[in-house]
């Protein structure tokens, strides 16, 4: 009998393990979150909610480690009004699959669902103003919900978007929706400040909430805290181009480029580009930002946020949130970089990059200067070199930047 029960144990262990390897997480978490939201229809593959928002799932990672599941799920929702997706990976865990799939869901309702649900009917908004390059803009901010794990007797919450409710109007432009996502977490001595505006991470703005992360022990445990905030724009979008025009238009010029050797060539080039995108502003842009974006993500140098704008004696200081045509073109070079492309053709067109030739002046100079010196300082490397910004200018009298 006791031989009988101890094969049963090891038959049911054999079955579970099976079972919790062949979990579907995507359709778990989709069939949870619907029934959270109530009002959703789950439908190949994604819920449809009310007012044109769908939220799609992507598994991360799943792992056990000491007896507990680990979960990464990222959620993706999409509205016509977007001009990016809102991508929010969340990290959860339990004791089963359905323990980390619940948390997954908690997780996510409370941070990102709760702010867009108040901003479709419009419950307990926060006005702020923008002001951005002699533009005006008038937005709803929605941000009551926080997310803390780890939090043990630190008392209540603090409203994280208030540390640096000051700089963000200088991060907000013309869309008619900004997200925020704000991540801090803690344990010992390491540290994650990490912000976002529509996905792009934001340096200057993490480091605001370095005393405020200093001020709490996790010694003994792991603490996090996240706060989402949605941005609605009053006004409706009056931007006089979209942004396929803008991706197509850098494709051209990420393989136009590598075949420029020449002046006359470069000219011929741009003459098609603006052809191509029917706006000389939006091509002057494109050609503009195109291999110094390429610089920064394939040499992985230090930038700060900003742009400046060039203008006759002048220096106008702005963020690069705050230009759509930025992260247009960074999301086609991220593409472009996917896709493995031949070292020398990215070598070609980051030669055009001003950051990159400055950069490779000081870095030779500084190495050269320390062979003099016969100095056994280790050689300096483009990541430890910071540049605050992108400069630029475009020459056309009716440049308004969007």
């Not at 994604?46 to 979960?71: A, H, Q, S, W, Y």
């Not at 792009?200 to 992360?213: A, H, Q």
Request: glycine share 4%.
């Amino acid at each position: 009998m006791a031989l009988f029960k101890k094969k049963n144990q090891t038959e049911e262990k054999k079955n579970s393990t099976v079972s919790e390897k062949d979990f579907d997480y995507k359709t778990a978490v989709l069939q949870a979150l619907n029934k959270k939201l109530e009002k959703g229809n789950l439908y190949d593959g994604c819920i449809i909610m009310p007012r044109g928002f769908t939220i799609d799932v992507k598994v991360g990672r799943n792992e056990e480690k000491d007896g507990v599941k680990i979960l990464q799920i990222v959620y993706i929702v999409n509205h016509d009004d977007f001009d990016e997706e809102l991508i929010d990976p969340v990290d959860s865990q339990g004791k089963s699959c359905e323990d980390a799939v619940k948390m997954s869901v908690d997780i996510f309702y409370a941070s990102v669902w709760h702010p867009l649900d108040q901003s479709m009917f419009k419950k307990n908004p926060i006005a702020l103003s923008v002001n951005y390059l002699n533009q005006h803009y008038d937005y709803d901010m929605y941000a009551q919900s926080i997310v803390r794990i780890g939090a043990g007797d630190k008392g209540q919450p603090t409203a994280l978007w208030t540390i640096i409710k000051n700089e963000i109007p200088k991060y907000l432009g013309s869309k008619k929706y900004y997200w925020l996502r704000i991540y801090l977490a803690k344990h010992k001595d390491r540290e994650i400040m990490e912000v976002r505006m529509n996905g792009s991470v934001c340096n200057e703005l993490g480091r605001l909430f370095k005393p405020y992360l200093d001020s709490i022990s996790a010694d003994e445990t792991f603490f996090c805290e996240k706060q989402c905030a949605i941005f609605v724009n009053r006004k409706d979008d009056e931007c006089p181009f979209k942004k396929d025009i803008v991706k197509e238009g850098a494709r051209f010029v990420l393989e136009r480029l590598v075949n420029v050797n020449s002046r006359e060539d470069y000219l011929k080039m741009s003459d098609e580009l603006d052809e191509l995108t029917g706006n000389k502003n939006v091509a002057a842009e494109i050609r503009i930002f195109v291999p110094e974006i390429l610089a920064k993500l394939t040499l992985g140098y230090q930038e700060g946020d900003s742009l400046f704008l060039l203008e006759d004696d002048s220096r106008i200081e702005f963020k690069k949130t705050q230009l759509r045509s930025y992260f247009y073109i960074q999301q086609t070079i991220l593409e472009y970089l996917s896709s493995r492309p031949p070292q020398e053709s990215v070598q070609k067109v980051v030669m055009g990059s001003v950051a990159y030739r400055e950069m490779r002046n000081i870095l030779q100079k500084a190495n050269e200067k320390a062979q003099e010196e016969g100095s056994n300082a280790p050689q300096i490397a483009p990541k430890d070199l910071y540049v605050p910004g992108t400069a630029y200018k475009i020459s056309a009298p009716d440049y308004k930047p969007w």
